[in-house]
Each structure stands twice: as C-alpha cells, then as structure tokens.
C-alpha cells in the first residue's frame, strides 16, 4: 500500500516536497486557498489539489486527514501552521507537522519539538541547516560525521594519531565531552566495543557519540588537536546567530559580517565572545580590511542566495580553505558545488530529510556505511509494545552488533546494556549487513529474542 501525504501550502517549499514524495510513490493531496499556487504545483507534481483554508475543519475533513499517514502544514505562516496541524491532529490525523520559523517558539535549542499542541513534530528550517552547516564544518576534522534521530544525537568516527591523549587507555575508561561518549574502535578494519580494546594505539579509529553541541569538544578530546582557527560568518540572521552561537564552544575566533546595523546591535549583546563587524559580506574592500585570507573557514547565511554565492566565490578567490553555504532555492546545491564551494545546506532538503524521518517506519529509520569497515549505523525505532524492565542486553543482539547510542525524547544515552528500554526509544545500532536482518527482528520483538 502506498504512502498517503497531505501537504498544506502550495508554496516553494510544500511544491517541493510534494515533487519528492510524488516521485517516490506516495499518494499527495496538497491544500491551498490560492488557485494559481495548486495550478503550479499540479504542473511540477503528480498529485491531487484541494483548494480551501486549512485552518478550517471543514477543508481537513475533506482532504481525509485521519486517513493519511502524515500530515504536513508547511505555509509561510507560523500560526497558520500550528492551528492547521493542530486541527488535524484533533481530527484523527496520526502523524502531524508544523513547520515554525521563528526560533523563540522552541523550548530547546533543537530544531525539533515534540508533542506541541497534539501535533507530532515542529520543525525549525533555520536550526535544520544550521545543524547540517555544522556538521560539516566538523567533518573537516573527522573521517565521518553524521545526525540521528531527529539531529539528537550525532556520530563521529576520527582517527587517533601520534600524540594523542588517549593512547595507551582503555577504551572502555576514555572520559570526553560531557553528554558524549566512546561508543566503539576500529582496528583491522573490524569494529569493537570499547570493552574489547584494553589499549589504544595509533591508527585506530574511534566511534564517538553525543549531542551535536559536544562533538567538537568531544573529538578534541579524542585527538588531542587544539586548533586556533578563524571562523567568518557572512550574515547574522538566525542561521547565521545558531551556527556562531555553536561554533564559539569549539573554535578561537568566530566572526560575524552583518549589514544591517540593528542586527549587529542584537548581535554583540546576545554573542558577546563572537566579534560583530557592521558591514556588507560581498565587498572585497569590507572582506580585505577583515584579512579574511587569514581564516579557516567561511560560511554566507545570508536571506539571498545571489549574495551567498557572491561571499563564497569571493573567500575561496582570496585564500580561505573551506567555504560553506546556505542554499535557498531548491535543486541548487549541485551548482555551488561545482562552482567550487565546500558544502551547501538548504532548507527544503533539510525538512524533506527530516520528514522521511518522521514517516511511519518501515524498516530502519536511517542507514549509514562507516570508513574503513565493513559495519553500518542503522537506526530503529522500538515498538510501543516494549514491556517493563526490558533492558539492552535482553535484545540479545549478534555479537557483531554494537550498540552505539539511545535516543529517548530528544535526548541521547550512552547505551549501556543495564539501560532500561522505553515504548518507541530510539536505537542506533553499528552491525555488518549480513547481521542486519538479525538485528531488525530481535530490535522489532524486544525481550523475546525477535521470536
């Protein structure tokens, strides 16, 4: 049976997920209460069109949002959204989301809430790109970076070299970054669990797991690098407010060029470690006086993609390493990345990805290869028949399975085997594919060996 979407909002970002899950099979119903947007979509999507208010019970009743899977209300409007998902949520709908742009909306840092108003996930476009803006920022220092469960938790795997603090440790005993944990080595190109390698050596690689705020304290830790490198940020939006915000915790200099003089205002209040510069990010004279040959790394967040391309183009020119942008149109990513820019993030992809995620399961929830190994990180979700004092160890998982971490809510555990389970915790398990099938029963019947 095929997947049945109802997508409120006929605007760039609603037509763009209804093109991508149009395409992948499932059965798209898009609500709007401007003619010309359904006609537009209806030209770029195979999918059915309602015209109507969905802030209304009447409009929801009669797209059969209790019959769908999911339901997304992803207007330019925050409010409208909220009571949208709310009403379908109150109708029956079982799977409800609310995009909500505005940051101070969230009670979390995370650009994920759960459980608001009824509705099954709120999701932040700005704290989405920055999270992926982020991780590849960190990528830069590890082999692998990547997010789980709704960007809860994330997983980096480094390699330990000469001169690093944890060599000659247990791995079971390296104590890092609060809210982060070493969750496995591999060595020979097998993965361990950390209680199997009595001491680090060099060229090992290890698996770290924790909140995205502490991985970069995390793999410092880990390697020993202590860099004192330079981060300029084009653009002091939301984006570009989250990433410095976060990148001060692990860098030395983190730097903001923003035109808009109230903004800078804001700014160097709320940022007072971050250095905020009145300026426009595309003049080479603004960009020369702020030597920004000197830095490391250069992100354009700005709210115009013209602009962002502009900054890029004109660091990498001028001598900066790596150069990172915020994309928001869709489709474009591609085309940065040929023009020589590092690492692109847009909005529409990172809400696509984090809807995929909140699809009914079928399956893993997400699977990722790891380097220089033959496991993969896989993702489940447990089921809500999880019964009372059911433990890790009682998955009785194959030996090859390593647990790397547990996502309960929207915070992560280091997974220990005495660790009690909870109805639809989240589990993210490294495990070779010839385990996986294993894994995905004993995880799918928890306590009773997946018989």
């Known amino acids: 049976m095929s997947m049945r979407v109802v997508i ?5 970002v609603g037509t763009y997920l209804a093109r991508a899950l ?3 099979g499932a059965e798209v119903i898009v609500i709007d209460r401007q003619p010309g947007a359904l006609d537009r979509v209806e030209e770029q999507a195979d999918v059915l069109t309602l015209f109507g208010d969905a802030t209304h019970w009447s409009t929801l009743q009669s797209a059969d949002v209790s019959k769908a899977d999911i339901t997304l209300a992803l207007t330019s409007s925050d409010d409208a959204n909220v ?3 709310a009403l379908a949520a109150s109708l029956g709908a079982p799977r409800t989301v609310a995009r909500v742009d505005d940051p101070s909306f969230y009670r979390t840092p995370s650009g994920v809430e759960a459980s608001v108003l009824g509705i099954s996930a709120v999701l932040c476009a700005s704290r989405l790109v920055s999270t992926e803006l982020l991780r590849q920022v960190r990528r830069v220092d590890a082999e692998y970076v990547g997010h789980f469960a709704g960007d809860a938790v994330q997983i980096a795997q480094v390699r330990i070299g000469e001169g690093a603090p944890v060599i000659g440790q ?3 005993q ?4 609060d809210n982060a944990w070493l969750a496995g080595v591999v060595r020979d190109m097998v993965l361990r669990a950390p209680e199997e390698i009595a001491r680090l050596e060099v060229d090992d690689h290890v698996l770290l797991a924790g909140s995205q705020v502490a991985m970069g304290e995390a793999i410092r830790d880990v390697t020993g690098a202590r860099h004192n490198r330079r981060v300029i940020i084009v653009g002091g939006g ?3 407010f989250q990433v410095a915000n976060t990148l001060v915790q692990s860098e030395r200099r983190v730097q903001i060029i923003e035109a808009d003089l109230d903004r800078c205002n804001f700014l160097s209040e709320a940022l007072p470690n971050v250095n905020i510069i009145h300026g426009d990010g595309t003049n080479i004279a603004v960009l020369r006086d702020e030597q920004i040959d000197t830095a490391d790394f250069m992100l354009s967040v700005t709210r115009a993609d013209e602009v962002n391309l502009m900054a890029s183009l004109m660091a990498a020119d001028l001598g900066v390493p790596w150069t990172l942008s915020l994309v928001h149109r869709p489709g474009y990513t591609d085309v940065y ?3 020589g820019i590092h690492g692109t993030a847009g909005s529409h992809e990172q809400i696509l990805r984090m809807v995929k995620w909140l699809l009914p399961p079928r399956g893993p929830l997400a699977r990722e290869e790891l380097p220089v190994c033959t496991h993969e990180l896989i993702e489940h979700q447990l089921p809500g028949s999880v019964g009372a004092g059911v433990r890790i160890a009682d998955l009785a998982l194959p030996p090859d399975a390593i647990p790397i971490a547990l996502v309960r809510g929207l915070s992560c555990h280091a997974p220990r085997t005495s660790l009690a389970l909870e109805p639809y915790d989240h589990l993210i398990i490294a495990t070779p594919p ?8 004993r995880v799918s019947a928890p306590g009773r060996g997946g018989e």
Do not use: F, T
């Not at 409120?8 to 760039?12: L, P, S």
């Not at 010839?434 to 029963?441: D, E, G, K, P, T």
């Open 83 to 85: 009571v949208s998902a």
């Open 8 to 12: 409120i909002g006929a605007g760039d």
């Open 238 to 240: 939301d984006v570009g």
């Open 337 to 339: 990345s040929h023009l």
């Open 170 to 172: 247990p791995a079971a």
């Open 174 to 177: 390296v104590r890092i970054a």
């Open 22 to 24: 149009s395409q992948e």
């Open 434 to 441: 010839s385990s996986m099938a294993l894994v995905q029963r």
